[in-house]
């Protein structure tokens, strides 16, 4: 544990393998992600209000799996500069990202639909 702390762990450019533990969680995490794109791949076919949000929650499932797959590939072929740790960083980082840029579109949907429940009570009682 001492070791994520450590500036050699996150840099070093030929590490060795994840151990047991650590592949299972991340397998698991990747499966949560597929399950997760496959849910908003059935969701995002049906029209509503939260169609553009759960197509961007199936894009982000999806290009994330694929990254996942490929991080978790080139640490079990042990691929010198590909399976260094600091890209599993980079990845954290840019889904992060990804994440709170979904959640201002989601913000920004629920302040339209606020707006439209405010029109239309405006609008029932003009003649």
Do not use: C, H
Not at 4 to 15: A, C, M, V
Not at 93 to 100: D, R
Request: aromatic share 26%; proline share 2%; net charge positive.
């Amino acid at each position: 544990m001492r070791n994520l702390l450590t500036f050699n762990y996150w840099f070093d450019l030929s590490p060795s393998s994840f151990i047991y533990v650590a592949q299972v969680i991340f397998v698991a995490f990747l499966l949560l992600l597929f399950v997760a794109g496959i849910f908003f791949m059935i969701y995002k076919r049906k029209k509503g209000q939260y169609k553009v949000l759960s197509e961007k929650l199936y894009e982000f499932s999806f290009v994330n799996l694929f990254i996942g797959f490929l991080l978790f590939f080139f640490d079990n072929q042990g691929v010198r500069f590909f399976s260094a740790r600091f890209w599993f960083l980079v990845w954290i980082a840019i889904m992060i990202y990804w994440l709170i840029n979904i959640l201002k579109k989601f913000g920004k949907i629920i302040i339209k639909r606020e707006e439209r429940k405010k029109q239309e009570q405006f609008k029932k009682y003009l003649p």
